[in-house]
């Protein structure tokens, strides 16, 4: 291993899905973390990990069970005074971890951490991790015993790294965990809930627009819910627009036990596929929505970045919001070039490879987790553009955007973003952060 | 509750420590976790990670991996990952995981070295300790595979011995410690973690003494001393200067000062040499050497602990990172000077100022 293991679209195509080579499968090989891998590696690192997740809860606290060393990175999260406030800390020892014996002492911690607080929470989130995995512990029932203790809902969130290529990876887990507490309540006809992320949608999301137009009045997402009270206002949806599938286990929950149906939208960057997932919306909610206006700004926004820009090559990272074959596929169908991917092939997104091995065979595709990238050189690639916070740690010296800011993009409104964003970084009219 | 932090963090625990210790000799690291250990470590507790490309992974170990003891798939990998890299040897670093699991480490050890054919090194940490304890075992079993030779002295090398950011928090700490010993005419300094390479790591017994820094150096510098006749000084040659300056303020005061134990007896001494009748305790979350505490010295078990020690001590000043601060009620009076520390609050001194 001296070299950066890449296979070119076409050659990756051909191999198929089940043919993956062992060196993008992150199960086959030690996983490098690179500053360009540790947000998405780790459950619990940066930006929305577990713990930060939890308390999306309006009003809630979090107890983290667990040896010191999981709770460690929490002190740069809190370096926000108001996020630093919300995290309490039961650490187990050497004997804990073997007996299990920590369990006994949930209850009484929660019961103190809420004692201690200027404001009684409204949740107790527990967070737990791959020590209590391996134990195998009933945390619903030590939630339940340490409820009816202390007074206060108490809720597990599980951040078991161990089960990330799961059924029930820790990020999924997570989701179900902050719904859990919604209670039934009478729908509302015009009421509708975004799942899928912890910080609302760009504004300028044309989906808040197209929503309205279709008579809809209330449109929540958790991170916009000023308190507890408008969290639970949650439950009288009609029904759950899930953004990110790793809310499809939150939203079968929440049909389960409240009786929200859910319709799920990708996050596309390909205009014509967008508005054809507005149409299967519009048919399956019955209504009829008017993007023309929002797709026609958002090629122009593309053409106009053409025209100034000319032809680009673009290095397409994984740590964004998107995915990197899909915006990949976006870029290459609106007259640009793809040199290369960092991202993680799986069966979701295989079917963009293929798209791209038609028209881009020889777009390159690296693994961010393979140990071979200890050695990648960007002085080999072609690319003069990059997207992705990944892509930008590989190529520091070539222009590009992060687009990973909390504040979600969809749609049209996000693919304009995109462009506009690209178009600032290419004229240097805005300092991008390396 | 005695195991409840309600105010302060988590300090950098025992894996971080290791990490630490070895993370400049150009092994490839393997710390044997699911992920989420590798991303504290390498996003939190090892700055220079951010700075240069490094052999730091993770054995991306999953449920069945840990239930079934997969160590035979964990070989394979690391062998996959040494062939060809030109590195010159390998660390296996333990977490919860391993620990709950029962990891033999040295059967681990035996089947890597024969695999990869280099050295192996391994840390059996359970993520449950603190930094310090990692980092002293590290160290020491870096200089036990290492440093087997019986060198000749040469009179003018001095070891610098538990060095390290976590201690010390600016990335040129290796260079600072090495010039104040310079300063006092020593030619050849060689700052074991922080500047010295694998080559100086064998030749160890070479020097004519070691210093100490902090308690995480005092097991490897034992070994050398019983293993090659290496005296050891426990001593601490640099001390932010921002620390320093703010001293003269509390000559003849009640102060207490806490830190890594070495650093803080420096302090000590420092405040003393301004003023012998000041009073001065010195504390630690972190390993207290009996041999070097003095009457008052106390460890600190928790932060209800820490609360009440600080509350009842009648302390005219506190010197500590200023982290360490929000864990006091803002009615208790005395004057506070940051003495950063990164292992407790993350922060470099250039982030400190």
Known sequence: MNHAFSITAAELAARGRENIPPELLSSAHLIYSSPATLAFNSPGAQGFGVKRAGLAVPGSVMLLVAPACCGRNTSALGCEAALAERFFYLMQDDTDIVTGRHLARIPEAVKEVCDSCATRPSAVMICITCVDALLGTDMERVCRKASDYAGVPVVPCYMYALTREGRLPPMVSVRRSVYSLLRPREKVPTSVNILGFFSPLRNDAELYTLLHSAGVRAIREISRCADYEEYQAMAEANFNLVLNQEARHAAADLQKRLGIPSVELARLYQTDKIANQYRLLGQAVGAEFDDAPFRERAEQVIANFRNRFGHRTFAVGEWLNADPFELSLSLIRNGFAVSEIFGTVGGSNFVYVRKIAALSPDTKIYSNLSPSMMFYDGKESHCDTVVGRDAMYYHPELPGVAWNDERQPFGYAGVAALFGELANALSGKEEHAR | ?353
């Open chain 2, 1 to 353: 509750m005695k195991s409840l932090l309600k105010h302060l963090s988590p300090f950098a625990p025992d894996q971080s420590g290791a990490v630490s210790a070895l993370f400049d000799f150009g092994g490839l690291i393997v710390i044997c976790d699911a992920g989420g250990c590798t991303g504290n470590i390498c996003g939190f507790d090892e700055p220079r990670w951010f700075i240069r490309r490094s052999a730091v992974f993770s054995a991306g170990l999953r449920d069945m991996d840990a239930i079934l003891g997969r160590d035979d798939k964990l070989v394979s990998k690391l062998q996959a990952a040494m062939d060809g890299s030109g590195l010159k040897f390998s660390a296996i670093i333990g977490t919860p995981v391993p620990a709950i699991i029962a990891t033999d480490f040295k059967a681990l050890k035996r089947m890597a070295e024969k695999r990869t054919g280099l050295p192996v090194i391994t840390v059996p940490t359970t993520g449950t300790h603190y930094y310090d304890r990692g980092a002293s075992d590290a160290w020491l079993e870096l200089f036990k595979t290492f440093a087997t030779e019986h060198f000749s002295i040469y009179y003018d090398m001095v070891g610098i011995l538990g060095a390290s950011p976590l201690d010390f928090p600016t990335l040129d700490a290796g260079n600072l410690l090495s010039a104040a010993l310079t300063k006092d005419g020593w030619k050849s300094v060689k700052c074991y973690g922080m500047g010295a390479d694998l080559d100086d790591i064998r030749a160890a017994s070479a020097a004519t003494k070691n210093i100490v820094v902090s308690p995480a150096g005092l097991a490897a510098a034992k070994y050398l001393e019983k293993t090659f006749g290496t005296p050891y000084e426990v001593r601490c040659p640099w001390l932010p200067p921002q620390a320093l300056d703010a001293l003269p303020a509390l000559a003849g005061k009640k102060t207490l000062v806490i830190h890594q134990q070495f650093a803080a007896n420096a302090v000590r001494d420092a405040i003393l040499k301004l003023d012998p009748a000041s009073q001065v305790d010195v504390a630690s979350w972190f390993i207290m050497e009996p041999e070097f505490m003095r009457e008052n010295d106390f460890h600190i078990e928790s932060e209800e602990a820490f609360i009440e020690a600080v509350a009842n001590g009648g302390y005219d000043a506190i010197v500590c990172d200023s982290r360490l601060r929000v864990a006091l009620p803002r009615t208790m009076a005395f004057k506070n000077i940051d003495f950063p520390h990164f292992a407790v609050s993350g922060r470099l001194l250039d982030e400190a100022k």
